[in-house]
């Protein structure tokens, strides 16, 4: 079982008075996620908005669902460059590093950490970015300048009107805390560069992340979206690339001149041009000599793009005419051939970034900018979305993607945080983007030798994308999308596969991502399991987890997977596919902690009634709680789900160094 939980030898203590809630949770997890009511009347916070979209209709004519899948054991044309598991990163707004990393060094999010525990059990590692907008005026100031054990604050002192971003303040202890997160699970960091002002340059974060994460630092992102910077008035108008790669320049004399970078490791791995597609191409930056004259500089070439933008809604008027409509923007979230168009205009970097030797990162997406949309983002459509977006960059020689979470006023979190006041009855949020990372890790896989290939075959449509996926060549898993909502059956793809010049096995091993439909929120399952809907996870997987095997036509040598209407199977072409991604032991963080009292928060019972399990005695340090009155007695271990958290913050003593 890849979700085995090790209990690890952590003292964990309550940061204060935690609640604790006991519930159950229904057999189908599905059917209860399928019918969310109306969000009409809903008030909260965009990233726990219930409303559902309609799902679009069934594309008519019927588009083709035998689908033959030519596989060939050796000579494939076309495949990607090799890649590394850490393919599918997260990108942390730096302002909400505090919600989603911890409180502080001493506060790690319990939560957080199984998350990534997830992915690094399967992939190996998995890459962070703390940056965004957010880094670019952010400033450390000491230890004592913010209050309370804070990390991170902002300093409204001198700020006039609505649109002037105050400077973020933060202490050294956020790095702190992610070096201590990368001693408990293999994260490997990007962190930001403030760029607004240059001169001089706050070079203050490139000693202490080169200190606080040593190895676990993979790159300093010098600016975020320069081709925006003359939009928001903080460049003049004839801001070019070449001036950038001037700043460039200034910045490397001033590090090198304050002896900044002492182990010469950081000035080795900046990231660059991070560009939002907006007045400058990727040529136009190529062009300019950046890698000429800072070659040695850089190692990540980036780009950030989303494939359109909430902006409107989010901070327009009422009323305004830019505003989406998302139900009339949903279909274009379920076609694979918008994920080609996005990424079109970047095969041409992927090329040159593979001449210069450079790996080329998505440095941060999701579905939409300013927040995503109600409906899209926050549904299994951006599950789908996610991995079809992920496969296809790496398909086209992209090295990562980074798929942005910014807090709890957005829709396209992969996971999110309850709100502070709520955190001691709340749980976490779990998206469909983050099982589209979770569901990507295990598709490449740790080898650091896989190689994606689009496949193709006449008349298939845009709505059931084919990956193969290759290791030293030789196909060994394929990953197959259908994005049709339709629960007659008459949509579910019937993918046939064969191998020329090789043998395929008796059976094959097959692992389903589902949900009742595409606009389904929460509860979807991979393999079976599930991180649950609203507030309900503890970033571990629950249920147990269900792998279909299939039984070959041995005769034919063919091998013919179903694939419902909406799904994605992962096929397991042979046992060494399949195992080699449970190679590592699996480690995840158990969240049960001594409680001073029981719980006193209030809880609609009719919430309950759809979240966790209330097994807690099977717990030693979690006997505080008592299954709640009119649950049912349940007899059928894989109804019940251990692992109800209290606190989403809980105390990590003792643990590392620092
Ligand atoms: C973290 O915050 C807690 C509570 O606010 C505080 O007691 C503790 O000293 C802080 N730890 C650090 C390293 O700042
Ligand atoms: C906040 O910003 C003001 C104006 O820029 C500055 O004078 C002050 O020192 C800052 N406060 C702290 C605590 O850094
Ligand atoms: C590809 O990029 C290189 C380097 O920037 C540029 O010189 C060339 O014109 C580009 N080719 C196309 C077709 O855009
Ligand atoms: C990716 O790179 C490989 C190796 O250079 C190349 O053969 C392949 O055509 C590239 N794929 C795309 C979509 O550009
Ligand atoms: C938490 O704070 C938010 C925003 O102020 C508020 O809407 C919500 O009702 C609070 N929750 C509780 C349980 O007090
Ligand atoms: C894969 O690459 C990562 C990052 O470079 C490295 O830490 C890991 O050891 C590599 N794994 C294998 C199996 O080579």
Same mark, same amino acid.
């Given at each position: 079982?890849?979700?085995?939980?090790?209990?690890?030898?952590?003292?964990?203590?309550?940061?204060?008075?935690?609640?604790?809630?006991?519930?159950?949770?229904?057999?189908?997890?599905?059917?209860?996620? $399928?019918?969310?009511?109306?969000?009409?009347?809903?008030?909260?916070?965009?990233?726990?908005?219930?409303?559902?979209?309609?799902?679009?209709?069934?594309?008519?004519?019927?588009?083709?669902?035998?689908?033959?899948?030519?596989?060939?054991?050796?000579?494939?044309?076309?495949?990607?460059?090799?890649?590394?598991?850490?393919?599918?990163?997260?990108?942390?707004?730096?302002?909400?590093?505090?919600?989603?990393?911890?409180?502080?060094?001493?506060?790690?999010?319990?939560?957080?950490?199984?998350?990534?525990?997830?992915?690094?059990?399967?992939?190996?590692?998995?890459?962070?970015?703390?940056?965004?907008?957010?880094?670019?005026?952010?400033?450390?100031?000491?230890?004592?300048?913010?209050?309370?054990?804070?990390?991170?604050?902002?300093?409204?002192?001198?700020?006039?009107?609505?649109?002037?971003?105050?400077?973020?303040?933060?202490?050294?202890?956020?790095?702190?805390?992610?070096?201590?997160?990368?001693?408990?699970?293999?994260?490997?960091?990007?962190?930001?560069?403030?760029?607004?002002?240059?001169?001089?340059?706050?070079?203050?974060?490139?000693?202490?992340?080169?200190?606080?994460?040593?190895?676990?630092?993979?790159?300093?992102? $010098?600016?975020?979206?320069?081709?925006?910077?003359?939009?928001?008035?903080?460049?003049?108008?004839?801001?070019?690339?070449?001036?950038?790669?001037?700043?460039?320049?200034?910045?490397?004399?001033?590090?090198?001149?304050?002896?900044?970078?002492?182990?010469?490791?950081?000035?080795?791995?900046?990231?660059?041009?991070?560009?939002?597609?907006?007045?400058?191409?990727?040529?136009?930056?190529?062009?300019?000599?950046?890698?000429?004259?800072?070659?040695?500089?850089?190692?990540?070439?980036?780009?950030?793009?989303?494939?359109?933008?909430?902006?409107?809604?989010?901070?327009?008027?009422?009323?305004?005419?830019?505003?989406?409509?998302?139900?009339?923007?949903?279909?274009?979230?379920?076609?694979?051939?918008?994920?080609?168009?996005?990424?079109?205009?970047?095969?041409?970097?992927?090329?040159?970034?593979?001449?210069?030797?450079?790996?080329?990162?998505?440095?941060?997406?999701?579905?939409?900018?300013?927040?995503?949309?109600?409906?899209?983002?926050?549904?299994?459509?951006?599950?789908?979305?996610?991995?079809?977006?992920?496969?296809?960059?790496?398909?086209?020689?992209?090295?990562?993607?980074?798929?942005?979470?910014?807090?709890?006023?957005?829709?396209?979190?992969?996971?999110?945080?309850?709100?502070?006041?709520?955190?001691?009855?709340?749980?976490?949020?779990?998206?469909?983007?983050?099982?589209?990372?979770?569901?990507?890790?295990?598709?490449?896989?740790?080898?650091?030798?896989?190689?994606?290939?689009?496949?193709?075959?006449?008349?298939?449509?845009?709505?059931?994308?084919?990956?193969?996926?290759?290791?030293?060549?030789?196909?060994?898993?394929?990953?197959?999308?259908?994005?049709?909502?339709?629960?007659?059956?008459?949509?579910?793809?019937?993918?046939?596969?064969?191998?020329?010049?090789?043998?395929?096995?008796?059976?094959?091993?097959?692992?389903?991502?589902?949900?009742?439909?595409?606009?389904?929120?929460?509860?979807?399952?991979?393999?079976?399991?599930?991180?649950?809907?609203?507030?309900?996870?503890?970033?571990?997987?629950?249920?147990?987890?269900?792998?279909?095997?299939?039984?070959?036509?041995?005769?034919?040598?063919?091998?013919?997977?179903?694939?419902? $209407?909406?799904?994605?199977?992962?096929?397991?072409?042979?046992?060494?596919?399949?195992?080699?991604?449970?190679?590592?032991?699996?480690?995840?963080?158990?969240?049960?902690?001594?409680?001073?009292?029981?719980?006193?928060?209030?809880?609609?019972?009719? $919430?309950?009634?759809?979240?966790?399990?209330?097994?807690?005695?099977?717990?030693?340090?979690?006997?505080?709680?008592?299954?709640?009155?009119?649950?049912?007695?349940?007899?059928?271990?894989?109804?019940?789900?251990?692992?109800?958290?209290?606190?989403?913050?809980?105390?990590?003593?003792?643990?590392?160094?620092?």
């Amino acid at each position: 079982m890849a979700f085995r939980s090790l209990c690890l030898p952590l003292l964990l203590l309550a940061s204060s008075i935690h609640a604790e809630i006991t519930v159950y949770h229904q057999q189908d997890q599905q059917a209860a996620f $399928a019918t969310t009511a109306s969000g009409a009347t809903y008030t909260g916070v965009a990233a726990y908005n219930p409303t559902q979209l309609v799902a679009p209709p069934v594309p008519s004519p019927a588009v083709l669902t035998n689908i033959p899948i030519n596989l060939q054991q050796s000579g494939t044309p076309g495949l990607s460059i090799k890649h590394k598991g850490r393919f599918f990163g997260f990108s942390v707004e730096m302002s909400v590093a505090n919600q989603v990393l911890g409180k502080n060094s001493s506060l790690i999010q319990v939560p957080f950490l199984n998350l990534m525990a997830n992915i690094v059990n399967r992939a190996g590692s998995v890459m962070v970015r703390v940056g965004g907008n957010s880094q670019e005026s952010a400033e450390l100031v000491a230890d004592d300048a913010i209050p309370d054990g804070r990390i991170i604050t902002k300093n409204l002192t001198g700020v006039t009107g609505t649109t002037q971003t105050p400077p973020l303040e933060y202490r050294r202890d956020l790095l702190v805390m992610m070096g201590k997160i990368s001693q408990l699970v293999n994260i490997h960091w990007f962190v930001g560069i403030p760029w607004f002002v240059t001169t001089p340059f706050a070079t203050a974060i490139v000693k202490a992340a080169d200190e606080e994460l040593g190895d676990h630092l993979l790159g300093l992102q $010098a600016g975020n979206e320069p081709d925006m910077y003359t939009l928001h008035g903080h460049r003049g108008a004839t801001y070019s690339p070449f001036d950038y790669g001037g700043e460039m320049s200034d910045f490397l004399t001033q590090v090198a001149s304050e002896g900044v970078d002492t182990t010469g490791r950081a000035m080795k791995s900046l990231v660059s041009p991070s560009i939002a597609d907006f007045a400058w191409t990727p040529e136009q930056v190529w062009d300019s000599g950046l890698l000429d004259n800072h070659g040695d500089n850089i190692a990540f070439l980036t780009v950030e793009k989303y494939p359109r933008d909430n902006c409107a809604a989010m901070f327009g008027a009422p009323g305004n005419p830019d505003i989406v409509d998302p139900q009339s923007v949903l279909p274009l979230y379920l076609t694979h051939d918008s994920h080609v168009e996005l990424i079109k205009p970047y095969l041409n970097s992927t090329q040159f970034a593979q001449d210069k030797g450079k790996e080329f990162l998505m440095f941060e997406t999701n579905t939409a900018s300013c927040g995503g949309f109600l409906g899209i983002s926050d549904s299994f459509v951006a599950a789908l979305w996610g991995l079809d977006f992920a496969l296809q960059m790496a398909h086209s020689n992209f090295s990562g993607a980074m798929f942005h979470i910014g807090g709890q006023n957005v829709f396209y979190n992969p996971f999110t945080s309850p709100p502070t006041n709520e955190s001691t009855f709340h749980q976490w949020t779990v998206g469909g983007i983050y099982y589209a990372g979770l569901v990507m890790s295990e598709i490449i896989g740790p080898s650091n030798n896989t190689q994606v290939f689009n496949y193709g075959v006449d008349s298939l449509s845009s709505f059931t994308p084919i990956y193969n996926i290759y290791e030293n060549g030789v196909p060994v898993r394929v990953a197959i999308i259908n994005y049709i909502d339709d629960p007659s059956g008459a949509s579910t793809v019937h993918a046939t596969i064969s191998l020329a010049g090789g043998t395929l096995p008796s059976s094959v091993k097959v692992k389903y991502l589902l949900a009742k439909t595409v606009v389904q929120k929460g509860g979807y399952t991979w393999a079976g399991q599930t991180f649950g809907g609203n507030f309900e996870s503890d970033g571990r997987p629950m249920g147990d987890e269900d792998i279909k095997t299939v039984n070959c036509d041995t005769t034919a040598g063919t091998c013919t997977i179903d694939v419902p $209407a909406p799904g994605m199977a992962l096929v397991f072409l042979n046992d060494d596919a399949f195992t080699e991604n449970k190679g590592a032991p699996a480690m995840t963080f158990p969240t049960t902690v001594h409680t001073k009292t029981r719980n006193t928060a209030k809880v609609d019972p009719t $919430a309950l009634s759809t979240s966790n399990g209330y097994r807690m005695s099977e717990h030693e340090l979690a006997g505080t709680s008592k299954p709640p009155k009119d649950a049912a007695s349940v007899t059928h271990a894989s109804l019940v789900f251990v692992g109800v958290v209290v606190g989403a913050i809980v105390a990590l003593l003792g643990v590392g160094r620092g």
